[in-house]
């Protein structure tokens, strides 16, 4: 980040210039904030490691009037201060009880539990929301009360993952889940209504501003070991645990750290805080750090680890959103996911440049990269108005149901397996048959959006044969769209017809 020493009242500060892939995103936010009509709550999407503390800093220095910026939690709060500090040379208030200190000005840092009752003293501010992808959509959330009463006029959010999950219930009566885009429409609304900049992963991975990540698949878990839970939204404690424990992870996870003795710094991801605790205490220069741990203990763990003192912290579900440690150069996943967010998280721990690493290495032990990927390969796209996410091989990750994460393709194009086997034989000829109908004009002629059910806003073209059978039999087809009917008809007709071409 380029800069400029001014001196200010006695005191030294610097001048932020932006990069490259932050000029834009600037631009756009700052005339978002400058409208002077209240413009519909809208998105930057910028990724981890993006910088999204001195992009916050510098739309700040160029917008008139008040502002506030929420963040999710005291650690990211202190960072934007800092960063704000830095850009301007100003001292900006905080209202915080984490923080101890409770002072409101033109410019105001806040965590939403502290101010969720006193929305009347930033009535007419604009608001900045730092990782908005993790306050609630409802108006009866502390997030949906203060924007009530506060009146707010302009809401610009920033996030990596502009995403939630949320639960369904199937036509046959089973529930699941989904990640759902903040801007589409769901049943509990879409407070976000545009997303008016994306920057892509990728991008900043080719101008440099990403360390360069490694990755070593070390998964020992059958995948069939984990069950979800009642709402499909990710595996169970028990099933988490009994898989954990059956392979012998926390012992491959200690042998794994004395292989890599020479990364600096580690962070591994673990699934009990039991686990954490015993796996610290055996393991010489680490610590464990979770949640309801004395803050004053994780301050202290948390700054060693930062100045080198501590070379591995053994973490549970505390250091994945916003942590900014830009050393670690090795993270060690301990713990089976569904949820692609958390993934996408720990994993971008390891993105930000530092002159003391030449990569982070990504050791996964649980099946979490098989299950979504590498992370250099995610984006965003618009198709018609609706906006999705995809991972390798244009996998679609958002709008279907998490159990088919890793099995959905845009161009319906497999991966091609490995091997001479007679299964991945198989597999390779119906992989040939989803590319000889990808030729054929009528596949996408003859289509229709479902509006209805678990594949919602997926075309019939996606969907499997056995789901199109039953809304044939199932559905008055009468009250229904002649388009999606023949859809129906037609794409049941074409699966059918492959089945019987090929045996699997």
């Not at 959330?141 to 199937?170: C, N, Y």
């Not at 916003?322 to 692609?340: E, K, Q, V, W, Y």
């Not at 990750?397 to 393709?409: E, K, P, Q, S």
């Amino acid at each position: 980040m380029p800069i400029c020493i001014s001196e200010l009242s006695g005191f030294l500060f610097y001048t932020m210039q932006p990069r490259q892939h932050q000029i834009k995103p600037i631009e756009i936010g700052v005339e978002f904030l400058k409208q002077t009509e209240s413009p519909q709550p809208s998105i930057i999407v910028a990724p981890t490691a993006f910088g999204k503390s001195v992009l916050i800093a510098l739309i700040l220095n160029q917008v008139e009037g008040n502002v506030l910026i929420l963040q999710p939690n005291i650690e990211l709060l202190k960072q934007n201060h800092e960063k704000y500090f830095l850009a301007t040379g100003e001292r900006a208030a905080i209202y915080s009880a984490s923080a101890g200190e409770k002072s409101i000005g033109r410019v105001t840092f806040a965590t939403i539990g502290s101010i969720v009752n006193i929305g009347q003293s930033f009535e007419g501010y604009k608001m900045i929301i730092d990782e908005c992808h993790l306050y609630p959509r409802n108006s009866q959330s502390m997030f949906g009360k203060f924007i009530i009463a506060a009146q707010i006029t302009h809401v610009l959010g920033l996030t990596a993952t502009p995403f939630r999950l949320e639960s369904f219930t199937s036509f046959y009566g089973d529930n699941y889940s989904k990640l759902v885009m903040l801007t589409s429409g769901s049943k509990k609304g879409n407070f976000f209504k545009n997303i008016i900049y994306v920057s892509q992963i990728q991008e900043i991975v080719q101008l440099g501003f990403w360390a360069k990540l490694e990755y070593k698949d070390a998964s020992v878990i059958d995948q069939s070991q984990l069950q979800l839970n009642s709402t499909g939204s990710d595996f169970t404690d028990s099933s988490i645990n009994e898989a954990i424990q059956s392979n012998g992870l926390n012992s491959l996870m200690l042998k794994e750290l004395d292989t890599q003795k020479d990364r600096k710094k580690v962070l591994v991801f673990c699934f009990s805080v039991h686990e954490a605790i015993a796996m610290s205490e055996i393991t010489p220069n680490s610590a464990a750090v979770y949640g309801d741990m004395d803050s004053k203990d994780r301050k202290r763990i948390i700054h060693a680890f930062k100045d080198g003192s501590l070379r591995v912290i053994f973490n549970v579900n505390v250091l994945s959103v916003g942590f900014d440690s830009p050393n670690i150069d090795c993270i060690i996943m301990g713990r089976p996911t569904a949820s692609l967010a958390w993934y996408y998280q720990v994993l971008g721990r390891g993105t930000r440049l530092s002159t003391l690493k030449e990569n982070c290495l990504i050791v996964d032990f649980s099946g979490n990269l098989k299950r979504f990927g590498k992370i250099e390969n995610f984006r965003y796209a618009k198709k018609g108005t609706t906006w999705k996410m995809y991972g390798e091989n244009d996998a679609v990750l958002t709008g279907i149901d998490v159990r088919d994460i890793g099995t959905v393709f845009e161009n319906k194009e497999k991966p091609k397996p490995k091997g001479d086997s007679t299964l991945a034989i198989r597999l390779e000829k119906v992989g040939n048959l989803f590319l000889e109908e990808d030729k054929k004009k009528e596949v996408f002629e003859i289509d229709a959006v479902v509006q209805f059910g678990k594949y919602q806003g997926s075309n019939v073209s996606e969907l499997p044969k056995h789901y199109i059978e039953w809304c044939l039999k199932e559905f008055d087809w009468k009250s229904k769209p002649a388009k999606l009917k023949k859809a129906m008809d037609f794409h049941f007709e074409r699966l059918s017809v492959k089945n019987e071409s090929v045996t699997v």
